[in-house]
């Protein structure tokens, strides 16, 4: 089950801080630069797959609150209906 804390939270603002970061240093890339270019090419990519990995946790995340919903409805319209029908006295 996924932890809901703040450390999942922390983790994904340091990749995001971590693609302004890479974002900034292409920006200021000399374009001859080639070894720079490959080193931040790869740095993209390994952040990319990074987020990628985050997304397909907060989907799976997602996926299982859906189903725990759809479960807890379930009980309840089920234990609503097991109940007898309240009566009112005039």
Same mark, same amino acid.
Do not use: W
């Given at each position: ?9 922390? @983790? ?13 240093? @292409?920006? @200021? ?9 490959? @080193? ?51």
């Amino acid at each position: 089950m996924a932890d809901f804390t703040s450390d999942g939270a922390v @983790a994904v603002e340091q990749l995001l801080l971590r693609l302004r970061r890479l974002t900034i240093q @292409a920006e @200021a890339a000399d374009v001859n630069d080639r070894a720079m270019i490959v @080193a931040l090419i790869d740095d993209v990519d390994t952040l990319r797959r990074r987020l990628l990995r985050e997304c397909a946790r907060l989907d799976e995340d997602l996926r299982r609150a859906t189903v725990r919903v759809t479960a807890i409805s379930a009980y309840a319209r089920g234990a609503q209906s097991a109940r007898p029908p309240l009566r009112r006295e005039h």
